[in-house]
């Protein structure tokens, strides 16, 4: 399958156009999804993958959030929780809609493109999935990992979580987050119940990364460090981060050295 890049941005250009680009958190979901479909490809690229089929990796990123505007047209929000599963409202749009023709004429890939941005936000993914899907769904969910690292941190925290100040830091971290934390990885959203849940949650994707690159890039962006540095005015949250942080920089470098 051959992707025309050029056509496929200026597909997506022209559906995002239609939202409010004056809107920051349009903004901010047009900005990941560039950055997104650049780390598919380097991810791609990085396991020996041919141009061809980097470009598919490329595509799976561009189009993962397309679904993002319409939920927050509709509701107002990015919270899958009290709207919309976005991942599947994306695959909707494209596949249902055919709206995946603006993209690319060619239909050979729908199969997988389908599946890996139905399934990006996915807690795990299924078993059923062919060797090839699964591939481009791991470099996918990847991809879109590192950069919601980024999102947490140039993003205000009580914007992406939608507290106060006040309620962000004296938050405390509940049991069974932590004890996710320390198995080693992603907490349930059903588990979460503070906002610094929410911070240890997103720490813990890490733990989720596949690909040896997605962890470089990852500790070479620097987003993580600056996550794991949470201020909090609660001296019990404050300690357990403490040790969270050291646990995490260990568990990175042992990984990165193998």
């Known amino acids: 399958m051959q992707i025309d890049r050029r ?29 997104v479909a650049g780390l598919c490809a380097r991810i791609a690229a990085s396991e020996g993958m041919p141009p ?5 990796a490329w595509l799976c990123g561009l189009l993962h959030d397309v679904g993002r505007f319409e939920q927050l047209r509709r509701y107002g929000t990015f919270n899958d929780a009290v709207s919309i599963d976005h991942a599947d409202c994306s695959a909707r749009l494209l596949f249902d809609q055919g709206r995946i023709r603006d993209y690319t004429d060619d239909d050979s890939q729908d199969a997988l ?4 941005v139905a399934l990006h936000s996915a807690y795990r993914l299924p078993d059923s999935l062919d060797g090839r899907t699964l ?6 969910r990847d991809a879109d990992k590192i950069d919601i690292l980024r999102v947490n941190v140039e993003t205000p925290l009580e914007e992406i979580y939608n507290v106060s ?3 962000l830091r004296s938050a405390a971290v509940t049991p069974e987050v932590e004890a ?10 059903t588990l979460k119940r503070t906002p610094a849940d929410n911070v240890v949650g997103h720490m813990s994707l890490v733990y989720e990364l596949v690909f040896a690159e997605s962890l470089r890039i990852m500790r070479e962006q620097g987003w993580l ?18 040790a969270m942080r050291e646990h995490l920089r260990g568990w990175l470098d042992a990984r990165l050295q193998g």
Request: glycine share 2%.
């Open 165 to 167: 100040t006040r309620e």
């Open 52 to 56: 061809a089929d980097a470009d598919l």
């Open 113 to 116: 493109l389908r599946a890996a």
């Open 225 to 242: 460090e600056k996550l794991m540095d949470f201020s909090t005015g609660n001296p019990d949250t404050a300690r357990r981060f403490s």
């Open 135 to 140: 591939l481009y769904c791991n470099i996918l």
């Open 7 to 35: 056509r496929a941005q200026a597909a997506f250009a022209a559906y995002t156009a239609r939202y409010n680009a004056s809107d920051p958190k349009v903004k901010l979901k047009i900005d990941h999804t560039y950055r």
């Open 180 to 189: 996710a934390f320390y198995g080693h990885h992603a907490v349930l959203r």
